[in-house]
């Protein structure tokens, strides 16, 4: 709680109160979307060591659990954004099974779910339901404040639950199972089950965040959705800034991303030339993360 | 008396500060500096092809009013400098989304311009909206962004999908079924602007009383760059004709694959050949396009402008000030101008520019201006339906002539054209 209160809690309230001197919301948005989403990634790739380059996936079911909810039931955004978290967490139960993979297997069996998953929801044959290739738009329930203010409370859970499983019984269980998975069944931890919990809670995050980035910009394609670059971001956002800590990855997010559009709106045409060495660089040579700078001296990086 | 001296001093100061507020809103008033238009691009990515000539097109215009002082603004009397703020939204609608923002919010532009595209385009409606800012939409045809309730947006430059293709399933229905072309096969990529295109053609030729048949029907992911098994399996089917509605890659890739895979078909119809000519001939060549039916657009016809340049002035403009090698001249090209044209006209109309009198002077141009792709003409919800889409067919020579609807024809359709 600690970690929460003194990291996470102050981001909350910056980011509630920047739309008072900054008007680009959707700017706001996107780096309180993309700070959920790196905390997602965090909670299955920090602590259990499973990378999954497919995450966008569970994102996208979100954003089209969300869409189907208000379109074919009726729902108020605030239902639909559970039954968006809900679609998320069935998908992961359904995928499951790819936990028995590990490592490079188990990213690229990922990454194929989720194309899989996006080629469902794209195809025509679905039209009546998915509205397939054609995107939704959910101009009814278009609220761009309440949506902001909704990505702000599932923000706050998010750190809340990240920084409990830095120090909380569960989270340590996680890591011991991460570290060295067969001492770590013999000292009596539930290795499988543990990281099958820490697979849905990561699920559920993105679903989370795909519903309510679907409420926000309330028009999108399947492409928008399942944008393969949501994945990128998340999982480079998260490495940079150092996984299994709670400040690593919103270092991440307010570093890079804040460089993404820097870049991106000053000088486009160098656009991918910088990001892209910056990003080689840091791997190169600085593969555990910022966090990993401070830890080397003795820090302990909440 | 004694009082008046005691309190004048405080007056005094009062009328100045009265005064110095008068002159602070009058100043107010005054013209400002330059008229801010934002606008978005796509730089890479899948729609740079169609929107790179829009953004070069458009840049042009900017760059000629300027050289003449700038562009005639009724709501100061005066011709005021235009200011291009364009940003490249590398074809991801994320980006696009968080630019239009930006341009309305941080860069506080009077004209909004969205990118070129439908999937573009569909992220800029809503923001435009929510900020009750009209949003100019050069090629953006999807159906689904004119509503009557959405008083803030206007397609400029190309017809909204459920309409452009009237004259296709018109000449499909009397002049090629009459030629025997009586089954056809429908084959489209599943995107907002072709697919919404190949619904309305499904429906008119299921109409009751329809001569013609359809025999082949599917939709294929935009992403599509190999044809050859479907052009297979559309032969197994066999048509008399073949729609391939696509963008200009698929195009292209279905042009080539049936020229590798040796099929014939009686009739070939295509999206793009008529739109970016150029483009279609160096990749697939005039034998390729030979016999091929395409929509016919300000390129292939003569269209008299009463404002503007002529295609062939466009065209000699833009080669210049891009030169060979740059973003090929074609229908996007003439998009963007067209895009100039109406923001040029708005601005010499437009009492204020505030939203509502920009709307109210974009509206008012409805059925009286003609530009070089026709009659700019806008439906209540902001849909354009003037601009003439005829039907064409291509010589050996890589050159089209219009062959439909009669009262613009220069030529005779031939089914069964190599």
Redesign the interface.
Known sequence: MRDFLSVGLPVVAIFALLPLVY?????LF?FVLFLILAQGLNAIYGFTGYLPFGYVGFFGAGAYGFALAVMHLAAPPALALLLAGLAALVLAMILTPLLRLSGAYFAIANLAAAQAVYQVI?N?ALQDITK????V?L?SV?A?RASYGAALLILAGVLALVAWLRHGRFGLALQAGRDDPVSAAMAGIPVVSSRIIAWLISALIAGLAGGVFAWH?????P??AF?L??SIFAIVFTLFGGAATLSGPIAGVILLYGLY?LI??SV??Y??LIYGALIVGLVLFLPRGLASLLQRRGVDVP | MAAWQKWWPGLAVFTVVVAGVLAGGARADEAPADIKIGHLHA??GPYASISMPVYDSLKLWVEQQNANGGAFVKAYGKKIPLKLIS??D?S????A??????LI??DKVDLLVCDSGS?LT??S???AR?HKMFLFDPTGT?A?FFSKDNPYIALLADPVSTVWPRYLWEFLKSDAARLGAKRVALLYS???FT??QANSIRAALKEPGSPVEIVFDQ?V??STSNYSVLIDNIAATNPDMVLELGYVGNDIAFLRNLQESGQKFKGVFTLYPGIETNVLLKNVGASGLAGVFSYVTALGLTLKPEIGMTVEELRAAFEKAYGEGGVEFGWNAIAGHVTGLVIGETLAHADSLSQPDLRRAVFGLSGKLKTLVGTFELRDDGAQIGELTPIGQFDAAGKIAVVYPPEFATAKPVIGAP
């Open positions: 008007a680009n919301q959707l700017l996107n794209a025509p397939g290739p054609y995107g738009s101009a278009f761009p910009i309330s028009v999108f394609y492409e928008t944008d670059s949501t559009n991106g709106i486009p045409q656009f991918q | 730089g890479s940003y490249d590398q991801n609608p994320g980006t989304a968080t630019l239009t923002n930006q919010t941080q999937v569909a992220v409606v809503p923001i929510e999807g689904a599943t995107n907002d697919g919404t939709g992911p935009t």
